[in-house]
């Protein structure tokens, strides 16, 4: 479930940091925000980032250690752009972390930690982790902005959950146009030969001209309102009876 | 190849948005940057949002339509929140449109390209499109900043780019230590077992509880050294044999 999911952003340095994360979680289905000794909160700068999710910035719980704000959960991943020398449980993938987490968070919390922009987590909040996870970044300049890290796995989190047959997640789609039938199909290609033959585009019936082209007609998938309008469009492009 | 896939910013409102959509670009290995009238720019929020990005925002290309921006691409994904009433090919997953663009970019310059914060993009400009891709979000609150869409369709992209054998990308992970032999493992579950009777753990060898905690063990895949500790810490918690 997702509302088991936490967000928990470590001593985060810039307030906008905070209101675009939260921002970034609302985007993505998650709710439960806990910042642990924010660095200067609240401030007009998170509610102003946080645009429409200002709600889980006001909601957001302030702590003062990372213990407090993870004890009651069973699953804490840390992400974190360095590799620390702690051999903790390691996801080189987001989407392998996200599977992971969304099954831990069936029946309890779990919680996703950000450390600061700066300096990312302590070894001794490391050791509040049971996981960790990095994002494979640019070797060259991989540090990502931390709303912006927030955003990515909270990403593949909403992914790993509406992918799940019981998540009941229906991607927005606009209704399907009907499809026509194989006998509309047909009719079409014959319209199609016949105006390449009266048009002179080809002699006589040429069957690979004609394949090639139903084939690309084929791809475009037209429905059956489109395809009265190419019919249309043919009609319109034969020849004169009269020449 | 990355370097082909240009990422198109049409009529940005927030200077600070262009600086941290190319800081999200660096950090996925992208670099051409095109902006399609922006309304303030150059700027200094933008230079102070790229953080260590700023080389994208000082090559960035300014042009006038989107047509100018896109005229040598063979494909161009427009990224929408809204679904638009012009059936362009979709794609509902940013993996799927990832896969799609990388293998377009082998060859020849592609374009993802992002409209406006609050208006997206024009049907005028959507006709500069062979595709769309929209993220699946929250229904309740589903439109990402622009920069942070910016962010998860670059990083979708980096990751089927790296994902590909050819790529030569190389996780960074951390030197693995050396695994002990099955010999070792043995002289370890026998060290554990006498430790476990010697202490009145167990009266007998218990096959049962003795497998259980052999394969605990087995989950944490203990390296040489840390199965040396092991035995250290099973050593030093034996009973005296004096009583």
């Known amino acids: 479930m997702l509302s088991h999911i936490r967000i928990v952003l470590v001593q985060t340095y810039h307030p906008g940091n905070i209101g675009a994360s939260a921002r970034a979680m609302k985007t993505m289905g998650l709710t439960d925000l806990?910042?642990?000794?924010?660095r200067d909160f609240p401030h007009p700068e998170a509610s102003r980032l946080a645009a429409g999710a200002e709600d889980l910035v006001d909601a957001a719980r302030v702590v003062g250690s990372l213990e407090e704000a993870v004890s009651d959960c069973v699953q804490v991943i840390g992400a974190s752009a360095r590799l620390r020398s702690m051999p903790l449980p390691h996801f080189d993938e987001p989407a392998e972390m996200a599977e992971s987490l969304v099954d831990h968070a069936a029946d309890d919390p779990v919680a996703l930690v950000f450390?600061?922009?700066?300096?990312g987590l302590t070894n001794d909040e490391i050791r509040c982790c049971s996981h960790q996870v990095s994002i494979p970044a640019n070797p060259d300049y991989g540090v990502l902005n931390l709303s912006q890290a927030v955003q990515v796995l909270a990403y593949e989190t909403f992914r790993a959950w509406r992918q799940r047959p019981d998540s009941g997640f229906q991607a927005a789609r606009p209704a399907q146009d009907r499809q026509p039938t194989r006998e509309q199909v047909g009719h079409f290609h014959d319209h199609l030969s016949r105006l390449m033959q009266a048009s002179g585009f080809i002699t006589q019936p040429h069957a690979r001209t004609e394949e090639q082209l139903q084939a690309l007609?084929?791809?475009a998938q037209p429905s059956r309102k489109e395809l009265s309008l190419l019919r249309g469009l043919l009609s319109s492009l034969e020849p004169d009876a009269e020449g």
Do not use: I
């Open 34 to 38: 806990v910042l642990v000794n924010p």
């Open 115 to 119: 450390g600061r922009e700066r300096f």
């Open 217 to 219: 007609f084929a791809r």
